[in-house]
């Protein structure tokens, strides 16, 4: 076992053309017993270390509702926020210092792990006590934290509500699932859930065998398909991923659903766009065969 462990760290340097740095490096286990890690460390030289930890800045091997995953985050806001409360700052640099952190501090944490209501309103109430220059919780706020929230274009501050980015934030995976084809987290996502690699919407999957994250960032798409696709218009293309009866690509509702009788009785109820159209080109040309 230790001999193709330090064959893999060859073959590594050698593909990479990257000198591995053993004393940065540490060796994990999982469902590994801890006497035999120290055995494997000793042989390859490097640390070693337990889940949970941090890796390139994001936890991991965390529990779903644990308060390991979360309180850091809540911590760096806090502290961010006192370092300013002594500083003479106008409302409009108020404004810039709390996007910078839903720009640097939140962004790279919620892009992946969903955020509990109670963490997310405790983020929210942190940065509300902020704008109006409180320092505790009793403090009078003159407009409701959801007309602050929201575009300068809609009359808001251009401040976000941590829970809606969180949920925006975790969405747009599902966006990149279909526009990354190449992508190596795709192909092990595909390969693990045994997805259509062509299909807009993912399937719910099997919560023991499932990662949580991911459980977590199709959760609204697999949960409720039906309205989720609703707001959902394909554009044509060459139309090898969009599906004839049942994704929006016209201006309409589905043609599944437009046209009822006559899904009734065709045969091919499953084919693409590039099959039922004749002369399609890239511009979304062409006359249905």
């Known amino acids: 076992m230790i001999k193709n462990l330090k064959r893999i760290l060859k073959i590594f340097e050698v593909a990479a053309e990257l ?11 999982v469902n590994v017993k801890e006497n035999r890690i120290k055995r494997w460390v000793d042989v390859i030289h490097c640390g070693w270390a337990m889940l949970p930890t941090i890796y390139l800045g994001l936890p991991l091997g965390h529990k779903q509702y644990s308060k390991a995953l ?5 911590d760096k806001v806090r502290t961010r926020l006192d370092s300013w409360k002594g500083k003479l700052l106008s409302f409009g640099g108020i404004i810039s210092s709390i996007r910078s952190i839903l720009v640097n501090l939140l962004v790279y944490f919620i892009s992946l792990f969903p955020i509990s209501v109670s963490v997310a309103d405790k983020l929210n109430k942190c940065i509300a006590n902020f704008v109006w220059g ?6 009078i706020r003159w407009i409701k934290w959801d007309n ?3 575009p300068k274009s809609h009359g808001c501050l251009g401040i976000f509500d941590v829970k809606i980015r969180n949920r925006a934030m975790l969405n747009t995976w599902i966006w990149r699932y279909n526009e990354e084809d190449d992508s190596l987290w795709k192909k092990v996502v595909v390969g693990k859930y045994d997805y259509d690699p062509d299909s807009i ?9 499932s990662s949580w994250v991911w459980r977590n960032i199709i959760a609204p798409s697999s949960s409720n398909v039906v309205e989720f696709a609703s707001k959902l218009r394909c554009m044509m293309g060459n139309g090898n991923k969009i599906e004839f009866w049942f994704d929006h690509w016209t201006e309409m509702i589905s043609l599944k659903d437009s046209f009822p009788k006559i899904f009734g009785i065709v045969i091919k109820n499953m084919a693409r766009l590039e099959n039922s159209v004749i002369g399609i080109s890239e511009y979304g040309n062409g006359r249905l065969s």
């Not at 979360?70 to 809540?74: E, T, V």
């Not at 409180?134 to 403090?139: M, P």
């Open 70 to 74: 979360r309180q850091p985050i809540l």
């Open 134 to 139: 409180a320092k505790s919780d009793r403090v």
């Open 201 to 209: 919407l993912q399937n719910v999957v099997n919560a023991r065998n």
């Open 19 to 29: 000198k591995l740095n053993v004393k940065k490096t540490k060796l994990f286990g």
């Open 148 to 150: 602050i929230c929201g």
